[in-house]
């Protein structure tokens, strides 16, 4: 099931809600209960799985550029340091 992210444009309250794709999309914030929220496009949900996110690290590894800082001094690349 699809994890969507909404924002609240009246009070920034962002959250993610999973839904159904047939869902219809949240409109009243939790936080503030104004009609106000709008869907994020997001990969939140490829993310907090892992797959998507991974594999296109793997792909970026090969290409990098020897002279640059290594990702893994960088601290954005958690896949990469646990194997190396
Ligand atoms: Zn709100």
Request: glycine fraction near 8%.
């Amino acid at each position: 099931m699809p994890i969507y992210e909404y924002e609240c444009t009246d009070c920034q309250h962002t959250f993610e809600a999973m839904q159904k794709m047939t869902d219809a999309p949240l409109e009243e914030c939790p936080a503030c209960h104004q009609k106000s929220l709008k869907k994020l496009i997001s990969a939140a949900g490829f993310r907090l799985k892992g797959s998507g996110w991974y594999a296109t690290d793997f792909k970026n590894s090969g290409k990098v550029d020897k002279t640059a800082t290594p990702p893994c001094a960088t601290g954005t690349c958690p896949a990469a340091c646990g194997s190396e």
